[in-house]
């Protein structure tokens, strides 16, 4: 097979991949890694397209060696610590499509690093193959973008939730899905999802963290103490996601969570209906 069909193959499993970038590794003309290798649970925020294709290609070093004098075909230039992992496992060859650039401009913030100059850095020389058909990776870049729905976190205690919290998040829940019935790009996270996962801690931190990744809004529910919560929002801050607090009458709010530029509003209710109005309004002017 040719450089032109391998890459290819690594732009077709971008289209079908949680985030819009597939890669593939390729040792004496045989695919011995890929990035949707179904056997591999994604668990970590690091979980990048060639770091799970390295990994897939790893289970096969008993029948094809190290991955010394492989080739990594990915849809998009590697960032600063893929391209690390590509010289550390000495590949003898490079071929990406879309670059970083395009990355950063078509789907997500990207840190652009000159790879030419890291390459200095391998134990071998690593032959680079640039843009090869760039245009039908940008062009899943741009498609998967478009499809992201417009996402919405509720959060608030879980492991202290009452009934009466509970009852919290399914009318905040009725009260935002009512009002956008007719937008099928959208989706809302409470804590009800959360309680209903079952994976361990070290799972449920990466889930917290992946889903915060693709939020447009924060609306945090802090009638209850949970520390939970704050890593959460802090979280947010860090992706400068806009929050709005709401708390039943009568709750104290840390002065950290007052002082947060992220912060819009702080609404105190009795009945959950009788803000309605306001977290409409916030999602409408945030969204």
């Known amino acids: 097979m040719t450089d032109e069909q391998y890459i290819d193959i690594a732009i077709e499993i971008s289209k079908t991949a949680k985030y819009p970038y597939g890669a593939i590794v390729v040792k004496n003309g045989k ?5 949707d290798d179904k056997t591999l649970t994604e668990i970590s925020m690091y979980s990048h397209a060639e770091l799970e294709a390295i990994e897939s ?3 096969n070093k008993n029948l094809y060696g190290d991955l010394k004098g492989a080739t990594m075909y990915v849809s998009c230039e590697p960032c600063m610590m893929c391209m690390g992992a590509i010289l550390y496992e000495e590949f003898d060859k490079l071929v990406y499509a879309a670059t970083l650039q395009d990355s950063n401009d078509n789907y997500c913030p990207e840190m652009i690093t000159n790879i030419d100059e890291l390459a200095n850095y391998s134990k071998n020389k690593l032959e680079i193959i ?3 058909h760039r245009d039908k990776a940008v062009e899943v870049l741009k498609n998967h973008k478009d499809s992201i729905k417009n996402r919405i976190l509720i959060t608030g205690a879980v492991l202290s939730s009452s009934e009466y919290s509970k009852d919290i998040y399914k009318n905040l829940n009725a009260i935002i899905s009512e009002y956008y019935s007719k937008n099928t790009s959208f989706e809302i996270y409470s804590p009800l999802d959360t309680m209903k996962f079952t994976g361990n801690d070290y799972e449920r931190y990466e ?4 889903i915060l990744k693709d939020t447009n809004i924060v609306i ?3 009638s209850n103490v949970s520390t939970g919560q704050g890593m959460e929002l802090q979280e947010a801050v860090r992706l400068n996601i806009p929050i709005l607090v709401i708390a039943k009458s ?3 709010i840390s002065g950290l969570v ?3 530029k992220n912060v819009k509003n702080i609404i105190y209710y009795d009945n959950i209906y009788s803000i309605k109005n306001e977290i409409l309004k916030f ?3 945030e969204l």
């Open 31 to 35: 695919i011995i890694g890929r990035s």
């Open 57 to 59: 290609a790893s289970k």
């Open 130 to 132: 640039k843009e090869l």
């Open 207 to 210: 889930r917290a963290m992946n």
């Open 220 to 222: 945090a529910e802090m």
């Open 250 to 252: 009568g709750c104290k």
């Open 258 to 260: 007052k002082g947060c």
């Open 283 to 285: 999602i409408e002017e």
